[in-house]
């Protein structure tokens, strides 16, 4: 049973442009292998926290890609004693799709004089050869201090955080105060929202709409878009087109290492010109 909820919500998207050739752009997007690093905001107010979490990894693994949960929430586990000197040893494979890394606290372990945890980040390459993507769940100040050297290390911010919400106001309070934090601390003035549905009587998109207006009002921040999940649905529902979507637009805007760059592994995945992602 996964660490994280077991619910499997549909969706309501509000994105962007739709790509012309979805098969064509993940086949470009994987034609070398790749491994991109994802910020995830978790949100203790949430009813459904772990619903995130999972529908991800499920959009993931629909497109042939293996998923880390890098839970370094407020709620997450503490990691194993072996852990804390090889990460390898806390990553639980959980799916064919799916493996999970119990980390509280280990993002600051990883803190430099600048207060900079990217480190964090290569030892999880080195410690997880065989994924695909890397969902970092923490913290705002935690994500913040992992991915403050995103531009150099991607020459660009593409980095959208994502945020999670649902109508409860210590939810919505918290999502504000994530996206504040992104923006002051990170740099980051973009993000994306995914809110649990059916928690009781405030529209999702009025949440949607008030977290939108304060962030571009107060912050100069912008939500990208915003999606819809439905967390009483069962786990073994397939993600609709509108989910994928967003896994889409996620992947591409993903902080990526090229396999190239990935330190050595005898258990390291063969390149995708032997071993596809994509068939």
């Given at each position: 049973m996964s660490p994280f909820a077991s619910a499997q919500p549909s969706e309501a998207f509000h994105p962007g442009s739709q790509p012309v050739d979805q098969a064509a752009g993940l086949r470009q997007m994987f034609s070398t292998r790749m491994l991109r690093f994802v910020p995830v905001v978790s949100n203790p107010h949430l009813l459904f926290g772990g619903v995130v979490l999972e529908r991800l990894c499920?959009?993931?693994g629909t497109q042939g890609l293996h998923t880390l949960v890098v839970d370094a929430s407020e709620r997450a586990g503490t990691p194993r004693e072996l852990a804390e000197f090889d990460l390898r040893e806390g990553i639980e494979r959980l799916s064919s799709e799916c493996s999970y890394l119990a980390a509280r606290g280990l993002p600051l372990r990883h803190v430099d004089a600048r207060g900079s945890s990217s480190s964090f980040l290569d030892s999880l390459a080195e410690a997880a050869p065989h994924v695909d993507v890397v969902l970092v769940y923490g913290s705002a100040s935690d994500l913040s201090r992992t991915f403050c050297d995103a531009p150099r290390r991607d020459g660009a911010l593409r980095l959208r955080p994502l945020i999670s919400v649902d109508d409860q106001p210590a939810a919505i309070t918290h999502a504000y105060a994530a996206i504040k934090i992104l923006a002051q601390r990170g740099g980051f003035l973009a993000h994306d929202l995914i809110v649990c549905g059916r928690t009781g009587k405030t529209p999702p998109a009025a949440v949607a709409q008030r977290l939108a207006e304060c962030a571009d009002s107060f912050l100069g921040a912008a939500q990208?878009?915003?999606i819809e999940i439905d967390p009483t649905q069962p786990a073994t529902a397939v993600p609709g087109p509108t989910l994928a979507q967003l896994a889409r637009d996620t992947l591409a805007s993903a902080l990526v290492q090229?396999?190239?760059?990935?330190?050595?592994?005898p258990q390291a995945a063969l390149?995708?010109?032997?071993?596809?992602v994509l068939n």
């Open positions: 499920t959009a993931f990208r878009s915003w090229p396999a190239a760059m990935l330190p050595p592994h390149p995708a010109r032997l071993a596809p």
